[in-house]
């Protein structure tokens, strides 16, 4: 069985959020320490002081900075590494499920979850009618795509189709337990 995830990649997902956010509060803390500066030195001024126009357009400058690094930062940067950790925790804690289907296709990128993830299409028999049907399983992108061939079958382990473990299985096995003798194949081998 080849797990994709090891307790390492939820460890390192939290800390590189950690340091996301290290540098958004810092950044912060600098804006806010130079805004609260200006602002004392602003109410310092006497009265109708000709320093007051350039403090005002440099607070204003320093806002109009702050707010243009914050939406993409905050916006692309950390939505992206928490969803990513929210993932991982689900795996960790969630339900798994195990299935054996022959890989039909490699579809599109998608994003699932705030997830870039590839999408692999495997053939299932439909359990109601017994028609063919296709379930798409997610592959996560940072993660090298397993090496399926059309047809083949594999042994799929997933939470919530994100694909978390695999094993690709010799087809005679796979057809064996379908007629009823995949007992009798276990107990030779």
């Given at each position: 069985m080849i797990n994709l995830y090891t307790d390492a990649d939820l460890y390192d997902a939290?800390?590189?959020?950690?340091?996301?956010?290290t540098v958004y509060f810092t950044v912060l803390a600098v804006y806010l320490g130079?805004?609260?500066?200006?602002?004392?030195?602003?109410?310092?001024?006497?009265?109708?002081?000709?320093?007051?126009?350039?403090?005002?357009?440099?607070?204003?400058?320093?806002?109009?900075?702050?707010?243009?690094?914050?939406?993409?930062?905050?916006?692309?940067?950390?939505?992206?590494?928490?969803?990513?950790?929210?993932?991982l925790k689900f795996i960790s804690v969630g339900l798994k499920e195990y299935t054996v289907a022959p890989f039909a296709e490699i579809d599109d990128w998608t994003t699932r979850d705030g997830v870039d993830v590839n999408v692999a299409n495997f053939t299932v028999r439909?359990?109601?009618?017994?028609?063919?049907?296709?379930?798409?399983?997610?592959?996560?992108?940072?993660?090298?795509?397993?090496?399926?061939e059309k047809g083949q079958y594999?042994?799929?382990?997933?939470?919530?189709?994100?694909?978390?473990?695999?094993?690709?299985?010799?087809r005679w096995i796979v057809e064996a337990e379908e007629n009823g003798q995949g007992e009798e194949l276990c107990e030779q081998s």
């Open positions: 939290v800390v590189q959020r950690r340091k996301i956010l130079a805004v609260i500066g200006f602002f004392i030195y602003y109410a310092m001024l006497p009265y109708e002081d000709p320093n007051q126009t350039w403090v005002k357009w440099v607070t204003f400058a320093l806002t109009f900075v702050f707010l243009f690094f914050s939406f993409p930062f905050i916006g692309i940067k950390f939505r992206r590494s928490n969803s990513y950790v929210k993932m439909g359990v109601k009618r017994g028609e063919t049907m296709i379930r798409s399983i997610y592959v996560d992108g940072e993660k090298d795509y397993p090496p399926f594999v042994k799929i382990i997933s939470q919530g189709n994100l694909l978390i473990g695999y094993e690709p299985i010799n």
